[in-house]
């Protein structure tokens, strides 16, 4: 283990233990979800994984320090209203722990560290993926390379409808990653639960999840993509999306966004147009994923046994 990584007490013994430990991501909360919401969010998500058997390690660098399960203090730190905490991909964890910064974790460093700190199943709401004319941008979100590298499975509910969904799935088989879908044969969409792009692989319960996933760690070292659609109950209309996603886009281009900005921009204005529609589906469909996670995590434990 490295000294660079500061592990919560109950993240450590669960690991030493050979218990079941779910990481969690901080940037969903910073710059996914607003302030006051965010908290009750991170809490409901803990509170998810310990009702499943499971120690929830929430990641993020706090004072130079990358830190694998917060404090109660350090989750409200994390997600108060003025915190204006940097977000920070893999490639930034060097410079935010060198300067002594403080940041939330996206997909890909959180998968990385997690790695590092031997955790091996991961929970968040939606990967970052290709955007849409990134042939000539060339943004393609870091989540994709770095889940080429490390052995970490991303429970996620797909990738925006704001992205080249296709060119994502051809990236993701680039990188050697299986995309494994929950009880569907379809990759979701986040707020939606089909994106009329098929999955290469279904799996119906935890346990052909937790066979694939101790099967493939055998195989290669890449990371395993396991998709879960949003809850039905909680799937946004296609109509109200499709406008969201429309006046998204051109407020992208009026404001000339882009880089690292482009998704927490986006977000806001689904949030803010849709009087709050979008959180509540954002809410659903990220505990689903922490509670799927969980599930497979029991399971990914009890066979190694
Ligand atoms: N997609 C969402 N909500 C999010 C993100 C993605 O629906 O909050 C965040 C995740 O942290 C993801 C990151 O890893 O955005 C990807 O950002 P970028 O495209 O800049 O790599
Ligand atoms: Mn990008």
Not at 65 to 77: D, F, K, M, N
Not at 242 to 264: F, I, M, N, Y
Not at 270 to 286: I, M
Request: glycine share 10%; net charge negative; proline share 5%.
């Amino acid at each position: 283990m490295t000294p660079q990584l500061s592990l919560h007490e109950e993240v450590a013994s669960a690991l030493a233990g050979g218990d079941p430990v779910v990481a969690l991501e901080s940037t969903i909360l910073s710059h996914g979800l607003p302030p006051g919401r965010n908290l009750d969010v991170a809490r409901r998500l803990e509170k998810v994984v310990r009702d499943g058997g499971a120690v929830p390690a929430t990641i993020a660098v706090l004072d130079g320090v990358p830190l694998i399960g917060l404090t109660g203090e350090q989750l409200e730190r994390v997600c108060a209203p003025g915190a204006d905490l940097d977000k920070l991909s893999l490639r930034d964890i060097g410079p935010a722990v060198g300067l002594g910064r403080s940041g939330a974790t996206t997909v890909a460093s959180t998968a990385a560290l997690a790695a590092a700190a031997g955790i091996g199943m991961f929970a968040t709401g939606g990967l970052g993926g290709v955007h849409q004319g990134a042939a000539q941008s060339w943004d393609v979100s870091a989540d994709l390379g770095v889940l080429a590298k490390v052995p970490t499975t991303v429970v996620c509910s797909g990738v925006k409808s704001v992205l080249d969904i296709a060119a994502t799935l051809e990236v993701l088989e680039t990188n050697s990653v299986p995309v494994l879908g929950y009880r569907t044969c379809e990759f979701p969409a986040f707020y939606l639960r089909s994106s009329g792009f098929e999955v290469p692989w279904r799996v119906d319960d935890a346990a052909q999840a937790a066979a694939v996933i101790a099967a493939h760690r055998a195989h290669a070292s890449s990371g395993v993509l396991l998709a879960n659609p949003i809850p039905e109950a909680s799937e946004m209309d296609r109509e109200l999306h499709d406008r969201l996603l429309a006046e998204g886009l051109e407020l992208l281009k009026a404001r000339g966004v882009h880089g690292k900005d482009v998704t927490p921009v986006l977000l806001e204005h689904f949030h803010t147009a849709s009087e709050g529609v979008s959180l509540d589906a954002n809410e659903a469909l990220v505990l689903s994923n922490a509670e799927l996670a969980t599930s497979v995590a029991v399971a990914l434990v009890k066979s190694a046994a």
